[in-house]
């Protein structure tokens, strides 16, 4: 049979590569302001604290999690354009309400809650994304393509944080227009940056984007999205359930790795400026450049798991990237007897012995009275005093911290890219829209936990607790990746069609 023609592949491509872009805008809107949510939280509202950060971080995630199914549903009947050109206007209509948090008087909390909200609803075109790359790929495309998919999300991680570090040169005042109400500054610029990368991919869309669709060996086929587009081809009526279990298997899977990631994501500003007594504005700006540089690693990891799968196949290389998460956390666990550094110190110092038994220290409402005196405009560094886990707990040196990052940026995108190939691999040709919005709005479930549980659990006991509790929860996964390793084949392969 002949496949497909020139023209039809050329145009077929052409649609796949802007799916990459609106990929990585998906994921340059949540990274852009992830390294500066915090300090601006604390800026534009004093009565925010770390347990609302959990919250404003997760909210993108609620967005994103309420919406995936829906624009799912909404492509697997409507050409595909309509959701994606609806999701990406409204993430740049939050954007410039992300850029706006700082005018009103008051509750100022509350509507960067809202922008990052509505930034994660239109970030649900992320299963739109994916659904279409699978349905337009053959088999042996498939992982490659979903390899890719997975690069240009993480090179929008990169990005985001680099377009971040590059704009703490702008400082935290930079330029007010009085006739906009508007800061442009270290916090607005970046996501008004974003507004306009999302303007350009609706223009692209509306410009290239085609639907298409071809079977697991690569014959073009009718698609029910088609507005009058290629409709010429062969029907679809593959015969066959899917492995419902594997499928329930994989959104586990899919949310145990999504959750450890946002729990590193969001503890990390946090965690740094408590351990090494770094200001708001370092903690943006070495987070920035340690996340970049975790961003470069997973390119390259994921272009190389794209020749790696071929060799040993997708299962396995899930599993050992889950291995290598579960030692990143390991090492993640503070082992010394230093302690970290305590904010306003040289004040304590006089009562507070650094070692001192916890049942030997002051209340902690005697310490939150001690104040520096009212002409000290210093930034208060080090682990606050509300934090009593700070007096007892050893700090994490530097080198742990980043020998984990770099274990984390090796584990996480191979575990990402093998189970979105797996699962659609399983799914097989019939339509994925709402399936995959189902593994989008499992993976969004898991980012609004990972947050709240890291930011409670942290901010009340510590990082002992948190990263042990997290150590246990890979070990849970990778015991039920053993139970259904078996059942985690391709659609095709599982009915007899095709030879794995």
Not at 283 to 298: D, M
Not at 308 to 333: D, P, Q, W
Not at 339 to 352: A, R, Y
Request: glycine share 8%; aromatic share 12%; hydrophobic share 45%.
């Amino acid at each position: 049979d002949v496949v497909e023609t020139q023209e039809h592949y050329k145009s077929r491509w052409r649609s796949i590569w802007i799916m990459y872009l609106t990929m990585f805008l998906s994921s340059v809107g949540f990274s852009i302001v992830i390294m500066s949510v915090w300090p601006y939280l604390q800026k534009i509202d004093p009565t925010a604290d770390a347990s609302f950060l959990g919250w404003i971080i997760a909210s993108y995630s609620i967005g994103q999690m309420v919406a995936s199914p829906l624009f799912g549903l909404w492509s697997n009947h409507r050409p595909r354009r309509e959701p994606l050109v609806i999701s990406t206007a409204i993430s740049v209509a939050a954007n410039c309400l992300y850029a706006y948090v700082h005018v009103p008087p008051s509750h100022n909390k509350y509507y960067m809650l809202t922008a990052r909200a509505l930034v994660g609803f239109g970030a649900g075109n992320v299963a739109v994304v994916r659904s279409y790359i699978a349905g337009a790929t053959s088999l042996t495309e498939r992982t490659s393509a979903m390899a890719n998919t997975s690069a240009c999300q993480a090179v929008g991680f990169i990005l985001g944080p680099v377009f971040q570090t590059c704009f703490t040169l702008i400082g935290e005042e930079g330029v007010t227009w009085k006739f906009l109400c508007l800061q442009l500054n270290m916090y607005t610029t970046p996501v008004l940056f974003g507004a306009l990368l999302g303007v350009i991919n609706i223009i692209l869309i509306f410009a290239i984007f085609r639907e298409h669709r071809v079977d697991d060996l690569g014959r073009q086929c009718k698609s029910i999205n088609s507005d009058g587009e290629g409709r010429d081809g062969l029907d679809q009526n593959p015969e066959g359930s899917i492995d419902h279990v594997a499928v329930v298997a994989l959104n586990v899977l899919f949310f145990v790795i999504l959750f450890v990631f946002a729990v590193f994501e969001t503890i990390a500003t946090p965690l740094t400026m408590d351990m090494y007594s770094w200001t708001r504005k370092q903690a943006v700006f070495y987070n920035g450049i340690i996340l970049s540089v975790i961003g470069i690693e997973s390119v390259i990891v994921f272009m190389v798991v794209k020749t790696l799968s071929k060799k040993t196949g997708e299962r396995a290389i899930l599993h050992a990237g889950l291995l290598i998460v579960l030692v990143g956390f390991f090492i993640l666990l503070p082992w010394g007897k230093k302690l970290p550094n305590i904010q306003w110190q040289e004040i304590k110092n006089s009562s507070i012995p650094r070692t001192a038994p916890t049942e030997m220290l002051m209340p902690l409402w005697s310490l939150q009275e001690v104040q520096l005196p009212s002409n000290h405009s210093a930034e208060p560094v080090g682990c606050p005093v509300t934090q009593s886990w700070c007096f007892n707990t050893p700090m994490i040196y530097l080198a742990q911290y980043i020998s984990s990052d770099v274990l984390i940026g090796l584990g996480y995108p191979v575990c990402n890219v093998m189970s979105y190939t797996l699962y659609s691999k399983v799914l097989g040709p019939k339509p994925q829209g709402v399936y995959m919005g189902w593994l989008t709005a499992s993976g969004s479930g898991a980012r609004i936990l990972g947050p709240v549980f890291v930011s409670q659990i942290y901010t009340h006991l510590g990082p002992r607790w948190a990263f042990s509790l997290i150590c246990g929860v890979v070990v849970a996964s990778l015991l039920l990746l053993e139970i259904v390793y078996k059942r985690l084949i391709a659609f095709s392969v599982r009915y007899g069609r095709l030879q794995e």
